[in-house]
């Protein structure tokens, strides 16, 4: 088969070739992929550190050619979303059936891709912050694939959303039509105090937002894309007047139960135009570098799709 692979001598680090097919185990089957997704965890990391001629991926959307041999999950024929640790960036995966969404007929498998990292992390973990409803939410690295997700879902959920991002007068009406509330270049400027943080960002901004946490509040500390440690000033974690039990809480989607649940009503809210997949470039496996350079350079903003033809 053909798949993207580590190849850190060539530009991007990845490069088309032949790859040995994956053997399903009893508890998974097997899909051929037709688009994939990129995410800043595996592009920033991944690529780096894997073995050459790794084949890599955690989404991918497709069509499942061989059922699980335990009989768990989808059938043969049935359109699916997936995510798995590798392995995503292949004209087939082997995954297993409680990492696979079932996809309404028809829809566009560049957008369905786009769900099980980005989409799904952002409904994990703003089910850590609680209940939604009239609460005030804060999502930094709000332009990114998650945090994008992260605005549209707690906005649905009924919460006043407020989305930062670096460069506010460039995202602000993109991030308003998502349905933030209000656009800020930093959480120190979310003016009052916030029920929960999605923070994808750690380092100084994550201290920041906590700081604007009031009582109860949960901070989800998701991504950690700054690259900095975190440093509390003294009296950052008094509790004080309306500043009681808050807390800042550790994610990682890879250890959520119920997934296939999550994916499946992700991918009905994209394919029924509910979720936006906030797709910013789009292209075939051998525009790949060109995708994952912009991604390490901040300069995408969005979720990036190959399509696998
Ligand atoms: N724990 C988990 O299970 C889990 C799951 C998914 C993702 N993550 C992590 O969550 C984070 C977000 O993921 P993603 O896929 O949405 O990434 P992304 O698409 O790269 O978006 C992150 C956003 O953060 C901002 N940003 C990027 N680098 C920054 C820096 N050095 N300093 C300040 N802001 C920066 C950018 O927004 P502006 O340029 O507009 O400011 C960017 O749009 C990543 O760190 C990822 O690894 C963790």
Redesign the pocket.
């Known amino acids: 088969m053909r798949a993207l692979i580590v190849d850190r001598s060539v530009p991007g680090g990845l490069r088309v070739a032949e790859a040995p097919e994956p053997v399903p185990t009893p508890g998974q089957a097997l899909i051929r992929v037709t688009a994939t997704s990129l995410?800043?965890?595996?592009v920033?990391?991944g690529i780096d550190s894997a073995p050459e001629g790794a084949v890599l991926g955690w989404d991918a959307a497709g069509v499942v050619v061989r059922a699980a041999a335990d009989g768990s999950g989808p059938a043969v024929g049935t359109s699916v979303v997936t995510l798995g640790e590798d392995g995503g960036w292949a004209e087939l995966r082997a995954v297993r059936t409680d990492w696979i969404g079932v996809v309404p007929e028809g829809a566009d498998p560049g957008a369905i891709s786009t769900i099980p990292?980005?989409g799904a992390?952002a409904l994990?973990?703003l089910d850590r912050v609680g209940p939604l409803l009239g609460r005030r939410v804060l999502v930094?690295?709000?332009?990114?694939?998650?945090?994008?997700y992260a605005v549209q879902l707690a906005r649905l959920g009924g919460a006043y959303v407020i989305a930062?991002?670096?460069?506010p007068a460039?995202?602000g009406d993109g991030l308003r039509a998502l349905g933030a509330h209000e656009v800020v270049e930093s959480p120190a400027r979310s003016g009052g105090r916030l029920d929960g943080v999605l923070d994808?960002?750690?380092?100084a901004?994550l201290v920041e937002a906590f700081d604007q946490l009031g009582e109860g509040g949960t901070l989800v500390?998701?991504?950690?894309?700054?690259?900095?440690g975190e440093s509390f000033p003294f009296g950052a974690l008094f509790g004080g007047a309306d500043r009681h039990d808050r807390s800042l809480v550790?994610?990682?989607?890879?250890?959520c139960d119920g997934l296939h649940r999550d994916l499946t009503w992700l991918a009905g809210q994209v394919a029924g135009g509910t979720l936006s997949p906030e797709i910013a470039w789009r292209g075939g496996w051998d525009d790949a570098a060109e995708a994952v350079t912009a991604?390490l350079e901040?300069r995408?903003?969005?979720?990036a799709v190959l399509d696998l033809a």
């Open positions: 995410n800043f965890g595996e920033r990391h990292v980005a992390t994990r973990a930094t690295g709000a332009t990114g694939g998650v945090g994008r930062a991002t670096g460069d460039r995202h994808m960002l750690g380092g901004p500390a998701v991504g950690h894309s700054t690259g900095e550790t994610f990682l989607l890879l250890c991604l901040r995408l903003h969005g979720k």
